[in-house]
Each structure stands twice: as structure tokens, then as C-alpha cells.
């Protein structure tokens, strides 16, 4: 009996699972025979479970395991705390496991596993080293930077980089191996999406697999660092960092102009400007000698912050907390660090005091307010802009629309005072009318011998009033109204920029916080911990701090940004946290990788292009995902890198593979935001906030998800679904989430079904004459960049066996599927029974997991 179309959806349970996230197991211990790292494996684990009670604020009995010489020392008891090559004679072991020592460790929290406990066990059985540097209270973070001598490691691969020796050397030490290079089809999908966002080709794909040259990889590489599409890719996860965003956020959430700063983004990644450049740009591009358009452009950076302008707002509580949101940004995304700690009082776990926190609050400090009062009860957003540069023909267009609007004010200001006697008896008329009604009691409007008793509002709203019934100043008027909306539309566009006042405002030390407490004065300066800032100039503005920032003396700006892009490429980073290089966050799972790569970044020219080159053309990136059991049961997580990347994509980028595969892709790029289709009233008017959302119906409504609006109070909802930020504040690593939610916005969200239709009619009008069976292994080919196994043809086969018997009896089904929502969707194929029943493989294969993932 065929199973109905349901059934066979069901069925494809194994690539089916919608957007199944990669299965979470409990991480194991280190094997007995693994070198256990003091600085990647203990220090974290005793921070989380032992310095609350034993760290750098309490030292209860006396102990403190942040330091060395007290861990490796004796106990109130005289007793020998860890004891080296003798877990079992260590008390700290003893605390952890054997009651009769007293109450189990640590007290009144979760105990440790067996397995942290064994990676205890084995750090002391292997002599309990604890580097100098760490027992001389340097954090791993903010040392130097140096270049580490690449390890030599025995059966690498003949193509193997400095990457692949630093991982192979860590997986020697635990008894593993890098896994088999991927496939060619795989390969290419992976690293296609994970530089451009976008999969391949059919025809790309096959180019691939027939090229037998040795550099055909790099070749293919090379290519999409050269895309266009790149710059697309990797501003997402920038935007996110800046919080960029197209509205002020709050509850009036009115939109605001900043797209220009989205396209400087896009334009410096795909020209790959050094990402010095980059960065000194975005602080303080306009501070720059002779700064050009794109440099005070890139400022914009710190004018993303949310604006409130809601009725009541504090226009310097307001200042201070948009100064506030940029010294936290600022150090999470250059220097990540969790600063904000110290906004009130002196950071509880890092080196940084509340002296460091305003010394950078003073650099900010210097701009002028944001919202201006009008009417004395409403406040707008306004701050610095910029008009953005026109071509010769628009300008021209502008002088001449601004000449015939001053034209024609000049003549309706002639008419209406030509008109005025005319006014004055139209008044009397009424004046004496309404005397006639009232009794002639002289308490009129005004009268023709009174009219002081109107006032000026008044008499602005009669005079309105009569011109409205002058049929040569109607006619005015409504030339004057189009030749508003004209210019208008030939006004230049604006974004927001920085600039610095003429005169410094003073800077104090906030008592908490608050600004309205201030204490102590202080200077602009940099974290005391950090390495010393040297003044070229006593300028203490904000280029000052850019320099300092890229200055390879920093410790930590190479760091974090490469991990960052490790984390996206591979889908985790080195550093597990990357908001916190602190004390409190991870330490790096392959810490003279990371270093490596820091130093690589810099010696490069800061070049972000050469550094993902690195990355992927390394064999660890290349290898294959397959997650045996073996590997699984060794690392699960894949921290160690024995398999290859694979993870959920990005919620633009889910977008932006439908749309690729579907073929409706629009390769426009820049410009205003976009409004692609949404669901009816999400968009709700709230106050002054009255937006409209109006679904585009040409290509725009096809464009790729970096283009979308971003409004902070209703971001697209199905970007929403996949994880995307709102954009309210910076977002160093976006979650990833499996819900039901995500599979049914796949499944039924009108925006998707398009995508789907859109598939069916290509699979359908590329491979004409061909049987099921080929444009079968067609569609998975465009979905997937592989040809289908024999098991997913064989379950498709039947879904395409039960749909066409579902649609034979119920025509109107069909008909309503193949009913296009927007005239931007052309479709090519006549019979839509036949396309009703292809649209149900479209949508199958858009929910598969592998569509999903990378």
C-alpha cells in the first residue's frame, strides 16, 4: 500500500531531523595516558569549582589555589596539599573524594565528576606543573605575543601546515589522529559556505571534482576569497559585534539611516583592508589626517548604540549610558574583556580597577548629546550625521528641485498675501455670522472691529481654513506638495557618524556608577594591567586609543579577532569564551595554536583574506565530519579537531542557501535595507513609532540577509527563530538553538514555500526529458552538492509516487500550491500538477539537516 505524503516525510527521519543541532554528550575525563595542561585543563577546572571559597578574594583556611606556592604547599594541619607524582597522598584529592577527611569539597555547590576529578588526579601524577608565568600571576592572555617554534610531529600529511602540526601534536598526546580528508562535493560545499555563505554550483561542483591538478583546492579557495559575496558573509557576524541595527531601539524603536556603515563594512572585508586599518577607522576614523567620506563612514561603529527617545528620558542619562555601551563594546570586541564589571567597583576577578574603566570612559566622553527636546514634552533622535556623496546628474537634479520649490513658495507666499483683503472680509463674514448665532454678545471668535481677540493660533487655523476654499492657492498647494515629495526623493541620504567637541568634558570616577556621583577626576587612558600607552602626541582623543588598540604591543586584540574567526570557521573557537579572555573564562584548547595565528594575523599586514586562507586550507579543516564512535567517545565536543567542522548554519545564511538553491537569489548588493515578506502585523504602530512594513516585489524581496532591516523591537522573525541577535547590544557568539519552532518556519513559513516552489520549477525546467530518477539525483545535487544515495532516491521515489496520487484527487491543492504570492516569482513550468508534486521534494530536501548545516 503507498504511504501518504506525510508518511514519507516522516520517513526521512535520518535526514529529516529538520535542524537537528549535533548531539550533546557528557565530555570525558583526560585518558590516563594524556599530558594534562596546567594552564587548559586544571586552572579553569579549579576556578569553577575552588577560588569562590579559595581564589583571589576569600582565602578560607588560609588556602588560595589561584597561587602556586600555596596549592603545592601545606594545610593548617601540616599536612601536604598536593603532593607531586602522589595524587594519592594529596589532601586536595582527599578533600575531593574520601569523606573521612572531612565534608566533601567544595562545600554547598555541585561536586566535581569523576572525570575532572581524574584530570586532577593525572595533572599531579605527571608532577603538578604549574608554569612561572602563571605562578607569577600573568594571565596566559595578556603576555606578549610571540611566534612559537611550529611542532615537528611524526606521519603528518605530505601537504600538512603549521596548523595541522600543532593539532596533530596535541591528538599524539591523547592517541588520535586527523580523520580522512572529506570528500570533493562535501569539501566544497564547506568551504564555499564557510567563506562566501553561499554553497556551490552544480556546474562549480563538477569543475571541482574534474580538476586533477594539485592546487585545485587552493584554486577553488581563491575564488570565493575574491567573491563579492564574501564581504556579505563575513559582515554578519561584524554587524553583530557593532550591534548594528536600523532603528533606535526602546519602545519607540523609530527607524534611523546607518546602512551606509553596513556597505563600508562589506566593501573594507571584501578588499580585504588590513584589519588595523579597520579597526583605528571605526574609533576614530574621523580623527584621522584629511579623513575621507569612507573613514567618517566607518565611525558609525559607535553610533549604533540605542537611542531612547521616549517622553520623560534624561537627555544626560541618556549620554552617559550610550557612553557606557561604548567603553563595554569597545573591550569586548578588541580586547575581550569583561570591563563592564568595573563600571561600579573594581573587577572582582580581572586586574582591572574602576580607575581603568573611566580612564576609557574618558575617550568616549567627548561627544555631544543625542535627543533634543521639541515642544517641550517629545524628544527625536538626532546626533552627528553625514550626507553621503551624490553623482553630478542627482546633484543637478537636486539644485533644479530645490529652485522650482523656492519658486513656488515664493509664489504662494505672493498669493496668499494678495489674498489677505480677501481673508480679512471672509473672517468679518464669519465673525458676523457667529454673532448672529451667539446673540451678538460680543463673545465671538473676533469680530471685524475685535479680531485682537483671536490669537495667533487661531487665526494660523482659520487662515488655513480659508486657504483651503481659494482655488488658486489649492492649486498652489498641491504643486508645492509634489515638489516636497520630488525633492525628497533627491535629497542626499545621511549616516551617522562621530565627531569630538571643541572643548573636553571632564571625566570622574562614578561612585556605582551613577553619573549624577561623581568622585575622583580622571584622565583618558588605557587598563594599568595592559602594556603602557605611548603618547606620539598629548592628544587623548580617541585616535590615540585606535593605536594603542592596534598597536602590536597589545596582547590582545590579534588574539580574540583570530579566535573569533576559528569559532566561525569551525563552528567552536580556541577559546571557548570568546567575550571573556579573563580570568573567569576559558583557557585556549590549543594555546601555541593561538598564538600562532595572532602573530601570523599581524606579520600578514593584518590581513583577514591571508588568515582564512590559512585556516582553510589546512588538512583539520579539511577533514571529514563522519563522528565515529571512537572519536566521539574521546572528545565529543570536537575540542581536540579530530573530525572535521560541521554545525547549524547562521539564520541569514539559512536564508541565503534557500534562496541560492531555489534560484532566486538576487546578487544585488548595497543600498537601503530591504523588507522581504513577512507575516501581516508584527509591525504594529506604538506612539510616535509608526513604521510600514511593505514587502518588496521585485529582486530586492530575493536579497541576501544582511540587507534585511534590522528594527531592535521586532527583528525578522525568522531570524529570530535561528538565533540571530536583536542587535540591542554587542554579540560576540550567537547560540545555537534546536526548537520546533525552526522546523516549522522551514516547513510553512510563506517566505520559505516560495523558495520551495521556486526549487520544484528549477529542478523541472534544467533537466526537461529527464526521468524521475535523474531529476531526482538533480535536486539533490543542487541542494547538497552530492549525488543522492540509493536510500534517500528510494524514499523520495515514494514521496513523489504519494504526492502524485495526494494531488490527482485533490486538484485545488495543487493549484494552490503553485500559486505564486508575488510577481517577482516567474515561474517556467506549464504544468503545475507536475510542479504541485516536485514542490513537495523541494520542501523535503530545503528541511533536510545536511541543507541546514555546514
Known sequence: MAMNSRAHVIALAGLLVLVAAPGKLRAQGQGEDAQVDFVRDVQPLLRRHCFRCHGPKEQEGSLALNRRESTLGTADSGEPIVVAGQADDSLLIKRLTDAEYGDLMPLDAEPLSDAEIGTLRSWIDQGASWPDAVAEGEHWAYRRIERPPVPHVENAPVRATPIDHFVLRRLGATGQSLSPEADRPRLLRRVSLALTGLPPTPDEVQAFIADASPDAYEKAVDRLLASPAYGERWAVPWLDLARYADSNGFQADQLRDNWAFRDWVIRAFNADMPFDEFV???????????????????????????????????????????????????????????????????????????????????????????????????????????????????????????????????????????????????????NADDDANEGSDGQAAGQATGESKLTKPQRKKLRAQFDKQDPKLKQLDRQLARARRELKTLEPDTTLVMVEMDQPRETFVLTRGDYESPAERVQPGTPAVLPELHRVESTDDRLELARWLTSRENPLLARVTVNRWWGRLFGHPLVATPEDFGSQGEAPSHPELLDWLAAELIDSGWSMKHAHKQIVMSATFKQSAKATPQILAADPHNRLLARGPRFRLPAEAVRDNALAVSGLLSRRMYGPPIMPYQPDNLWRSVGRNQPTWKAAEDEDRFRRGVYVVCKRAAPYPSFINFDAPDRGSCTVNRPRSNTPLQALTLLNDPAYAEMALALADRVLSESPGASDAGRLDYAVRVVLARSGTPRELELLTGLLAAERELLAKNPKLAAARTKPRTAALQLQTRDKQELAVWFAVANALLNLDETMTQ
Open 280 to 430: 583605528v577607522a571605526q574609533i576614530a576614523g574621523d580623527l584621522l589626517p584629511d579623513a575621507t567620506i569612507d573613514q567618517r563612514i566607518a565611525t558609525g561603529f559607535h553610533r549604533m548604540t540605542p537611542c531612547n527617545v521616549e517622553a520623560g528620558v534624561h537627555p544626560e542619562a541618556n549620554r552617559h549610558n550610550q557612553i557606557v555601551d561604548r567603553v563595554n563594546t569597545t573591550a569586548t570586541v578588541f580586547l575581550g574583556t569583561t570591563l563592564e564589571c568595573a563600571q561600579c567597583h573594581d573587577h572582582k576577578y580581572d586586574p582591572f580597577t574602576q580607575q581603568d574603566y573611566y580612564r576609557l570612559f574618558a575617550y568616549f566622553n567627548n561627544t555631544p548629546l543625542e535627543v533634543e527636546n521639541r515642544a517641550g514634552v517629545t524628544w527625536d533622535f538626532y546626533g552627528p550625521r553625514m550626507e553621503l556623496p551624490q553623482n553630478e546628474m542627482t546633484r543637478q537634479e537636486l539644485e533644479a528641485a530645490r529652485q522650482r520649490l523656492a519658486a513656488l513658495e515664493s509664489r504662494r507666499a505672493i498669493a496668499a498675501e494678495r489674498s489677505e483683503p480677501d481673508f480679512e472680509q471672509w473672517l468679518a463674514a464669519r
